[in-house]
C-alpha cells in the first residue's frame, strides 16, 4: 500500500471520529439545555455549528473534497458566538477587531464563490 492510501485512509478515518464526536456533543448539549429548562442564542450557535461541522463531513464524503466555504462559515458562527458570549462587559477594541474578522471572513466567502462560480462556467 502507498504512502498516499495510508494517509487517505487516515483522513477519512479522522472525518469519521470527528463525525461521531460531533454527534456526542450534540446529545450532550441537547440534554443540558433539557436540564437547563431553556434554550440561548449561544446555544442555538453552537448547535449550528455541530451542524455546519457534520455538513462537511458529509460534503466530503459526498464530493471528495471539502468547500472551503463551509470552514469559513463555521469561523463566522464561532466569532458570532464568542461576541455574544462576552456580553456587554467587551472592550470596545476587542469588538471592532472581532467584528472585523467577521466582515473579512464574510468577503472572504464571497470572493471564493465568486471565483468558483467563474471558474465553473469557464470565463
Known amino acids: 500500500m502507498k504512502i498516499y492510501d495510508w494517509i487517505t485512509a487516515a483522513e477519512k478515518g479522522i472525518l469519521i471520529l470527528i ?3 460531533t454527534i456526542f456533543s450534540v446529545g450532550i448539549e441537547m440534554y443540558n439545555v ?19 461541522v457534520l455538513g462537511m463531513v458529509a460534503a466530503f464524503y459526498k464530493y471528495n473534497k471539502i468547500p472551503i466555504t463551509i470552514p469559513i462559515f463555521i469561523a463566522i458562527t464561532a466569532l458570532c458566538r464568542l461576541i455574544i458570549l462576552q456580553g ?17 471572513l464574510a468577503l472572504s466567502a464571497i470572493i471564493i464563490k465568486k471565483a468558483m462560480s467563474t471558474k465553473e462556467s469557464g470565463e
Open 19 to 21: 463525525a461521531f464526536f
Open 34 to 52: 433539557l436540564l437547563n429548562g431553556k434554550i440561548t442564542l449561544t446555544d442555538l450557535l453552537l448547535m449550528f455549528i455541530y451542524a455546519e
Open 88 to 104: 456587554k462587559g467587551i472592550s470596545t477594541i476587542d469588538l471592532i477587531y472581532e467584528s472585523g474578522a467577521v466582515l473579512l
